[in-house]
């Protein structure tokens, strides 16, 4: 159901960290569109995340402190404490990462099921040790589709070895910076011990797994298979992957706020995406 129209236009204000990132500017398309259709103005904020974390003092944030604001909606991880101290008396949604405060909901994707499709798809082309090259807890994003590597991996009754499940900081996996060295040889030691292939939880991840793995003699797929959760950020576009339409993720998160905002009674709610699977070159049969 479409949310209402709002009279006056409500300010709404969009606080993203990596303008950088494409995945942000697909959130902003929709968001803009939700937007144009609902007579809502948008406030862009942008900061780095030492940026972020002084907006705690409100002295620090006069983008946000304006008492026309009338709604918020949070792009990337902002700090928890941040988040939960602007979400006071208005609403708020995250997109993607869990929300801190109950007063913010959540336009997110469905992480089990894309995970589970990408699992399918490898173990349907023969494939029995399939690590995963990615692992972090700190982003909840991360955290869920590692959950959900590991729930299949029991429900089929494959092997795990904690060394093929390679960590990779939260710096690394958002922004692409951050050492990646150690991550990476150790991937490179598992495939030749054995992994046929590997699942990513993001396109960054992706990227430099399969640069490291060509440079060093595996063939991409012929040899390994990758598969990535979100290729947005990757330069190669015809990864096997999960589909993630972010335009759609942004409009999402600008309608909830804006019938938040014209019915004050409508609690916080949460809005997952179905997931779609796009067999692209990056996977093969076990040879």
Not at 29 to 53: F, K, P, W
Not at 68 to 82: E, M, N, S, Y
Not at 100 to 115: E, R
Request: hydrophobic share 45%; charged share 20%; with cysteine.
């Amino acid at each position: 159901m479409a949310a209402p129209a709002i009279t006056p236009s409500p300010i709404i204000a969009v606080c993203a960290l990596d303008l950088g990132n494409p995945i942000v500017a697909l959130f902003l398309d929709g968001i803009l569109d939700g937007a144009r259709s609902l007579g809502c103005r948008v406030n862009l904020v942008t900061a780095s995340l030492a940026e972020a974390q002084t907006f705690s003092d409100p002295a620090r944030r006069p983008p946000l402190s304006s008492p026309d604001l009338a709604g918020l909606i949070f792009i990337h991880r902002w700090p928890p404490a941040v988040m939960s101290d602007l979400a006071v008396g208005r609403p708020c949604v995250s997109l993607v990462h869990e929300p801190v405060h109950p007063n913010i909901g959540l336009v997110t994707m469905d992480n089990a099921s894309g995970v589970h499709l990408l699992m399918e798809h490898l173990h349907a082309l023969g494939h029995r040790r399939i690590g995963y090259f990615g692992k972090n807890t700190e982003l909840t994003w991360a955290k869920e589709r590692y959950t959900a590597y590991m729930e299949y991996l029991d429900e089929r009754e494959l092997r795990h070895d904690v060394r093929c499940a390679i960590p990779v900081s939260t710096l690394a996996l958002q922004t692409g910076q951050d050492r990646w060295e150690g991550a990476l040889d150790q991937a490179l030691t598992r495939s030749r011990s054995g992994y046929t292939a590997w699942i990513c939880p993001a396109g960054r991840a992706a990227d430099r797994l399969r640069t490291h793995l060509i440079s060093h003699g595996l063939d991409v797929p012929r040899v390994v298979s990758l598969v990535v959760f979100d290729a947005i950020a990757a330069s190669d576009s015809d990864f096997t992957r999960i589909d993630i339409r972010h335009r759609d993720l942004g409009l999402l998160a600008l309608r909830q706020v804006a019938e938040r905002i014209a019915n004050p009674a409508i609690k916080a709610s949460i809005t997952v995406v179905p997931s779609a699977l796009h067999p692209g070159r990056t996977s093969a049969a076990k040879a």
